[in-house]
């Protein structure tokens, strides 16, 4: 079992920063792939960034590339999200997530791959 705890959402105007983190516990945490999704009211959760077990590979969907930055820390059992530039279109509820795939090596883009989730977090950037 994994427990996951995201912090860092709020409200900033279009332009801005956030800087989410995720603290998780239970399991060792080098063992887990993590990811960023997010869901804005009416979609589907969506992919924004994730880190392979290994931590040796990044994947980010496109609309974030250049301003989101996904690291992790397996210290602190941390995995953070650095968002840049902010859009309103950015807004919505942001949930980190972990899996534990064979392959150390994958960055999983798939919702229904990732066993343990957070709350989530609120994102709202304003225009």
């Known amino acids: 079992q994994v427990q996951l705890v995201e912090s860092g959402g709020g409200l900033v105007q279009a332009g801005g920063s956030l800087r989410l983190s995720c603290a998780a516990s239970g399991r060792t945490f080098s063992n887990y792939a993590m990811a960023w999704f997010r869901q804005a009211p009416g979609k589907e959760r969506e992919f924004v960034a994730g880190?392979?077990?290994?931590?040796?590979?990044?994947s980010y969907t496109d609309s974030v590339k250049g301003r989101f930055t996904i690291s992790r820390d397996n210290a602190k059992n941390t995995v953070d999200l650095q968002m840049d530039s902010l859009k309103p279109e950015d807004t919505a509820v942001y949930y980190c997530?972990?899996?534990?795939?064979?392959?150390?090596?994958?960055?999983?883009?798939?919702?229904?791959?990732?066993?343990?989730w957070g709350q989530g977090t609120q994102v709202t950037v304003s225009s």
């Open positions: 880190h392979s077990r290994n931590g040796a590979a990044t």
């Open positions: 997530a972990a899996a534990a795939p064979a392959r150390t090596t994958i960055v999983i883009l798939t919702a229904n791959s990732y066993r343990y």
